[in-house]
């Protein structure tokens, strides 16, 4: 399993779903699929935070920040675990620039399958290079 048309699909599939639940403001969505090394993950939501997935399906990679809804109308940016806070964001795109700024090498485009079956690929292909078309650094 690798990144394949079908993969492709998956992700957009995974952002018309948070897209259509509701449970992320719009506007964070819109910077959010705007930036196309975000564009590339798998989207999912919990508690109203929007997450970042390298695979496509569940159970879904942990090593990306999330972001958080504020009480005052911003955003929390906290991540990739769940006691790791990164700062607190005025708008959507200081949000997203924060995760971007934390992408883990060779995190996209997103691997379709699981988190497990992403790992094994990766064991026995090695760690991709920065610059090439499978990572957040190059491709788009």
Request: proline share 9%.
């Amino acid at each position: 399993m690798h990144t394949t048309p079908s993969g492709q699909a998956r992700v957009e599939a995974g952002w018309q779903k948070v897209r259509d639940d509701g449970r992320v403001r719009a506007e964070l969505l819109e910077v959010a699929y705007a930036e196309p090394r975000l564009r590339r993950l798998f989207p999912w939501t919990g508690m109203g935070e929007l997450h970042f997935s390298r695979c496509t399906e569940w159970p879904w990679t942990w090593d990306i920040p999330y972001i958080q809804p504020a009480a005052d109308g911003g955003y929390r940016v906290s991540g990739p675990r769940r006691s790791e806070h990164v700062g607190p964001a005025a708008t959507a795109r200081e949000a997203i620039a924060m995760v971007v700024e934390r992408l883990p090498p060779g995190c996209g485009p997103a691997f379709f399958g699981t988190s497990e079956e992403l790992a094994a690929h990766e064991a026995t292909t090695g760690p991709v290079l920065a610059g090439t078309q499978d990572t957040c650094d190059g491709g788009d």
